[in-house]
């Protein structure tokens, strides 16, 4: 049933007025559901946000009554297909994501199916708890999406999978009545089959399959080794016969079959898991590099004869991806030389010494076995970062270049452990006979290595090599009698698999449950049993061809604006919430809104760019409202594993659909604020008056549309290219020169901070700098934001053209504003005309933010303590959202900690919401203040009357004196006070 059905759009408009919560079947949310993390695409019918299990119950009615489907979703766990479908997609990841019980005593928490993995792990840390399956995307994976797949993850070799926790699930069943599924006693189990209900009706029903011990025979024989942990292919019948009322002596429990059933037959609303007592504090890392596959899967069987927590794989083809990460490359210290493949192995201890004593064990054991050739020990302060590359594999794989990518398909199997290393060779083999040099990473041992062949699925051919791959993988899973499904799930991919991985009558079997429990296949059909075929309903159509559109902005290096687009794969490292630190992605964290997420945006960004208008491709509403809360902030150029650079694309998008609709008057006034500052600086008093005062100011704001609330930036009464003018000789260098530096005067530092640019001419010169200021233009920065690229264009060539003449590696060029100068390092190259790209391209690597000068000068041993006060203070710093993306915060970390009693706290926040004129615009200032509140306003709240707040950015000063009512110095402004 699809969305072009015409009957169905009163049908869908009556239930949108039933619902407490929100159904949506526009164009623009239908293309962001259409695509999980998968190579799958189909057009929903519409999007639900239930509010409440009411909701969902109707939901159930309309679908039974209208024969369409409901396709479950959280976040974080779907590879496979399984969020895909052309019925109603019920995202419960805004509004079910309560905590509702936990039971400290027991050990148990009752949660919601939208609360997030490691959400639940902050709240239960001070109780000494956590959940203990830990997949790679825990920062954004959500419990239900877990229980739906049965997620393993890292730690599974320790702490078991999913399955294992599951104590109870709430359930909607296929005719809308609630039930509740937890452990049941034998004579309990014979009572609920005197129901005259769907549930006494599942219950008889498993009995009459079940009991037969040919039907058990059947189950031991055909399903994988009982050794292997990570198993999820099909339903989980063979779980069900350890309970006492087949085999076992263990209480009955639906909620091993219902765990890993994809949401295909029932609707889960609440989770009861077990937890486990948090693992010791003390955590190590042994990394060890090898010359071959092989021998890192027989260091795998090696390490799990001892004490380890997570043995854990990359490769090198994983490795090379993370040199190209601005974020993952910083990761890498730990790499000796050029590993084929790399094991991590954790260790933990009560303390570091006994850490360390373990992984000195293992590596004496690999050394007596002739395995690897170098053995780095990282220590409890690093592992974090260290762990952070190893998460970071399925994002990384999509900066392998062109339109061959790694394909999920093969990436889930498991075998026993014993079995790896010739499992490995052999599927190696099989591989190289389609000319493919297979991915290898993840959970080795665990016996599950994600492979994944490099495939184009824009080609027919290729598209034949994903099932042909397929097959030939699932034929020998089962000859070593593993596990084709190990974490991922069946989906759409594996699913057609099931028949010859656990044979004809288990297969039926799996189709007597599903129609049993769900008689109208109203639940996520087409998923476990009943499946399309697994190279149909692709993402992309074979022989199709990737529209090129011309662009201002160079995207030729990754192949083209769309392309970049196309680097998302669906990963959804973008979803993570402000817990989990970093930037990325301000406006999702504050709405929750799937639209809201660089993925979101990539998304739409291909679905319509594909569809080419010849006139202008990117004349599309949706795109334009899907990147109307685009920050800006650059935090997925860098904490994108795929480094989908979603600021350049909006400034690209904005440039072409202006030329259809022209610029408005609020972005051509930002655009042009230089200007307007230049007009205004001619008699600035009147200016400011005319800025502050409540008429006027009312008025110009809202003739541009600015917030009433928002203070607009005073004008200087002296820019500071004036003031250097007459003040040049009055700041003498007041010791022999160490360096000279041209100090780029931006057009903020110009005209709004100027007090700021005056203290940086001063400190530099005291420290024995040499500061000269030229001629120059403006960095270009606010057209670049409002996609004024042209203008942008003609400020960043005259710039190229002045400094590349000037700069080199003796004379660096200095900028204070990060947004500004790193303009230069960033958008330059891909900015100024083709004759200027080598001269922008050398410029870059001798362009510094001031804090990275003074924090390099500060390690050269230039600048000492010495020259500053020894008084204490305390300073929390926060930072800019580009500097974060192309620099680094330690710089200003650096500069603030030279004064000997100088304490820095770094504030764990991302974007501040300011985002240049973002915060300022009317329908924005809510959301602009709402990021603010996330962490950064109450950790400025919260600091003492004698701490400093330490801000590089002028937008991050504007917007915590608007939301917290105190002023923030930039840093520059912190070390000259420290001076003696």
Known sequence: ????????????????????????????TKTLYATDASVYREIPLAVAFPK????IQKLIQFARQNQTSLIPRTAGTSLAGQCVGNGIVVDVSRHFTKILEFNKEEKWVKVQPGVVRDELNNYLRPHGLFFSPITSTANRAMIGGMVGNNSSGTTSIVYGVTRDKVMELRVLMSDGNPVVFGPVTKADFESKQQLQTLEGEIYRQVWQELNPEAARKEIHEQFPKKSIHRRNTGYAVDELLKSEVFEGDEPFNFC???????????????????????????????????????????AAQVAMKHPATAVELMDKIILDCTKESIEYSKNRYFVEGDPKALLMIEFTGKTEEEARAKGVKLIEDLKANGLGYAYPVIGPDKTKSAWALRSAGLGLLANIPGDPKAVACIEDTAVDIEDLADYIDELDEILKGFNQEPVHYAHAGAGEIHMRPILDLKKAEDVEEFFKISEASAKLVKKYKGSLSGEHGDGRVRAPFIPLMVGEKNYQLFRRIKYTWDPDNIFNPGKIVDTAPMNSSLRYEPGMKTPEPDTVLDFSGVGGILRLAEKCNGSGDCRKLPISGGTMCPSYQATRNEKDTTRGRANTLREFLTKDKPSNPFDHPEIKEALDLCLSCKGCTAECPSNVDMASMKAEFLYQ???????????????????????????PGLANFSLSNGISGSILKKVLGVAPKRNLPAISRESLRQWFRKNEANYPVSRPIIKTVYLFVDEFINHNDTEIGITTVKLLRKLGYEVIVVDHEESGRSALSKGLLEKAKGHANANVKIFKELVNGDKLLVGIEPSAILSFRDEYPRLVDKELIEGAKKLKFHTLLIDEFIGREIAAGNITPESFTKDPKRIKLHGHCHQKALSSLSWTQKLLSLPLNYEVEVIPSGCCGMAGSFGYEAEHYELSMKIGEMVLFPAVREASENTLIAAPGTSCRHQIADGTGKKALHPVEILYQALK
């Open 52 to 55: 409440t299990e009411g909701d």
């Open 1 to 28: 049933m699809t969305a072009d059905k015409p009957n169905l759009l009163p049908l869908l408009e009556k239930l949108a007025t039933q619902l407490e919560g929100e159904l949506k079947f526009d164009n623009l």
């Open 256 to 298: 091993k079959l219902l765990t890993g059933s994809e949401g295909t037959l029932a609707f889960t609303t609440e989770i009861k898991i077990s937890l486990d007592p948090l693992p010791d504090p003390v955590e190590i890392v042994v990394a060890a590099h090898f010359e071959s596959i092989n021998q890192s899967m027989r």
């Open 657 to 683: 659909y202006q030329k259809t609709h022209g610029v408005p008057l609020r972005s051509k006034a930002f655009a042009h604020i230089n200007d307007l500052n230049k007009l205004g600086a001619i008699v």
